[in-house]
């Protein structure tokens, strides 16, 4: 069974890059059956869809948060990961890091626990 | 950008009782990129419906969703205990995906 888990600093500080990783197990993200999502939920505030990676390396992400946005893939390590820099309080939230099965429904079926950032100087 | 608007904010509902949600999209969606999620506090969204209607793995047949266009509706035909949570709408169009606000079901 496919286990996504997120890791990274959960503090960073105002104009700097969060950097986080997702571990994928129990499923290989080269496989081709699903793509590799960031989704971020911001205090009282509902879900935010930033940005997936295919084991490809297509890349496509949210246009609201594009430019300040590089999700990466590491084969090797069945891991993919977000940068987001220039980052403020706005920034401040639960990170997931989710898969998206590669079918015609575009769904998100496994999600990781999630990791909480913080932006403080 | 496809707004979802859910409502209500809040269902106030006894165990037993039947759920009614609604999630209204600012332009028309594709049945086939409509989907429903559950979220309890501390865990991360759990996928219950996909394709508007078409239940997840696992996902007992308590639930239930229907709709097209721009309204949709998730069904909680008897409320168990371990129900009560917030449940969010999911669309996918223009290239990008959105979610709803959510409904937040609490016992009353």
């Known amino acids: 069974q496919v286990q996504l888990q997120e890791s990274g600093p959960g503090l960073v500080k105002p104009s700097q890059t969060l950097s986080l990783t997702c571990t994928v197990s129990?499923?290989?993200?080269?496989?081709?059956?699903?793509?590799c999502s960031w989704i971020r939920q911001r205090p009282g505030k509902g879900l935010e869809w930033i940005g997936y990676?295919?084991?490809?390396?297509?890349?496509y992400y949210n246009p609201s948060i594009e430019s300040r946005v590089i999700i990466s893939l590491d084969t090797s390590k069945n891991q993919f990961s977000l940068e987001l820099s220039s980052v403020t309080a706005a920034d401040a939230a639960v990170y997931y890091c989710?898969?998206?099965?590669?079918?015609?429904?575009?769904?998100?079926?496994?999600w990781g626990r999630g990791t909480l950032v913080t932006i403080s100087s | 950008e496809v707004v979802l608007t859910q409502s209500p904010g809040t269902l106030s509902m006894s165990p037993g009782e039947r759920a009614t949600l609604s999630c209204r999209a600012s332009?028309?969606?594709?049945?086939?990129?409509l989907a429903w999620y559950q979220q309890k506090p501390g865990q991360p969204p759990r996928l219950l419906i996909f394709g508007a209607s078409n239940r997840a793995a696992g996902i007992p047949d308590r639930f239930s969703g229907s709709g097209s266009g721009t309204d949709f509706t998730l069904t909680i035909s008897r409320l168990e205990p371990e129900d009560f949570a917030v449940y969010y709408c999911q669309q996918y169009g223009s290239s990008l995906w959105t979610f709803g606000q959510g409904t937040k079901v609490e016992i009353k």
């Open positions: 990676i295919y084991y490809s390396g297509t890349t």
């Open positions: 989710a898969t998206m099965p590669a079918t015609n429904y575009w769904f998100f079926d496994l």
């Open positions: 332009q028309s969606v594709s049945s086939t990129y």
């Open positions: 129990g499923g290989s993200i080269s496989s081709g059956g699903y793509y």
